[in-house]
């Protein structure tokens, strides 16, 4: 299988599929690091890069590296990656580059090596301030490590700094929440992302839930903890730009923001998918399927999907309601050359009603309440769609 670009692409997500400890919660693309081909997975990773020719093309917007847990790599390892990027990608000081990291994974000398290899953008996974939570969802680290990297990555010289906090967590009261966000807060970061726990397949959490052993927070606190996050953050001028994302003006994601409004992006590594010319691919996750690809110079493409312009449609309504930005009613009919009022305007009337949703000139956005409800919004849009 092969994609051809017809467009541009300019924004990448790399995904290193290890962690050194499994969290109870988690259902991503992930494998135990200890015992893994780590080294084999890095020189498949530059192969399938090198198959899309990127050198060819114009420098990289946004680069991401998730995860699984990227700063699990030795020092060894992480410079061969870094190397492996510099290589295939164009890309200069104007483009956003992020790295995730676990806080307990860190160093000062990693620190330095993301930087002198041209990371901008550290997104870490902290999830809570308390370390007995941290504990009973498996994390790896304890919130001295999240304090302990934050001195570090500043004193390497990283500014745009962005930390994951969890809420709805077993047994967390709105007060435990609330001294979290106090903490989050007093770091005084340019972004931050809020996920409210969802018990995922295959999980140790949905095993203990079946057996009545995981005392979450019901759906009130779930709601009370996501307004009084909303709250407090734009107390501080840290504003809600998608539903799970907030940040100082200028520090939005790039990379995210290019999800969400359509664009195309490449995926490489196990698991992970891309979207290129209307057409979504994924990519083999276990690691050996991966590298049998990958060692055979093949795209390690599992699974090509593409799009009709119904689909794809729906996806921008879906994608682009997610942020405050909402969408312009002429880029989708540019995009599409049919009208969103037409498609879609019994729907947005439904929701303009409720004080949910807001048509403004050429824009069509959720309001504050509507991103605060959005779960509800997209419930009744796939009804709406199913009945349409
Ligand atoms: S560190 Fe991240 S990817 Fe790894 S198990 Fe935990 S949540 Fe999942």
């Given amino acids: 299988m092969s994609l051809i670009n017809t467009e541009i692409v ?14 109870h919660y988690c259902a991503f693309n992930k494998y135990f690091y200890d ?4 080294d084999k997975y890095l020189v498949g990773l530059d192969t399938e890069m090198s198959l899309y020719q990127l050198n060819k093309q114009e420098k990289m917007d946004t680069i991401y590296v998730g995860g ?63 370390d007995q939570l941290l504990r009973r969802i498996g994390r790896n680290h304890r919130v001295r490590h999240v304090y302990q990297s934050i001195d570090w990555l500043r004193a390497t010289g ?23 966000l106090t903490k989050a807060l007093e770091l005084e ?28 927070p019901n759906e009130d606190v779930d709601a009370d903890m996501f307004e009084l996050a909303i709250n407090r953050l734009s107390e501080h001028q840290i504003n809600q730009y998608e539903i799970s994302n907030f940040a100082m003006a200028g520090y939005e994601s790039r990379h995210n923001l290019k999800y969400w409004q359509y664009l195309p992006y490449y995926g490489f590594g196990a698991g992970a998918h891309g979207f290129i010319n209307g057409e979504r691919y994924y990519n083999h996750g276990p690691v050996h399927h991966y590298l049998k690809q990958t060692t055979a110079n093949a795209k390690p493409i599992i699974n090509q999907l593409p ?18 930005r909402g969408f312009s009613l002429q880029a989708f009919e540019t995009k599409f050359n049919e ?14 009603k409720k004080e949910l949703l807001l048509i ?19 419930r009744e849009l796939i009804g709406w769609l199913k009945a349409y």
């Fill in 10 to 23: 300019d924004a990448a997500y790399i995904h290193i599929p290890f962690c050194k400890k499994i969290c």
């Fill in 158 to 180: 990283f500014e745009a700094l962005s930390i994951d906090l969890i809420f709805r967590l077993p047994g967390q009261t709105l007060e435990d929440f609330d001294d979290s």
């Fill in 68 to 130: 699984g847990t990227p700063s699990c790599l030795n020092m060894q390892e992480l410079e061969q990656l870094m190397e492996s990027i510099n290589r295939q990608f164009k890309f200069d000081a104007t483009t956003e580059f992020t790295f995730e990291i676990n806080p307990g994974e860190l160093s000062k000398e990693k620190c330095q090596l993301l930087y002198d290899y041209g990371v901008n953008r550290i997104s870490m996974g902290v999830q809570t301030f308390n």
């Fill in 360 to 378: 403004e000139d050429d824009t069509v956005r959720l309001t504050n309440r509507g991103l605060f409800l959005a779960d509800t919004v997209f």
């Fill in 307 to 324: 799009l009709d312009k119904a689909d794809q449609m729906e996806e921008y309504i879906f994608l682009a309601l997610r942020t405050n």
């Fill in 35 to 38: 015992g893994q081909p780590v």
């Fill in 189 to 216: 970061l340019p972004h931050y992302s809020l996920y409210s726990l969802i018990i995922e397949q295959q999980t140790l959490f949905q095993q203990l839930m079946r057996e009545g052993k995981l005392p979450l």
């Fill in 339 to 352: 009208s969103a009022l037409a498609l879609f305007g019994t729907f947005f009337e439904s929701q303009r």
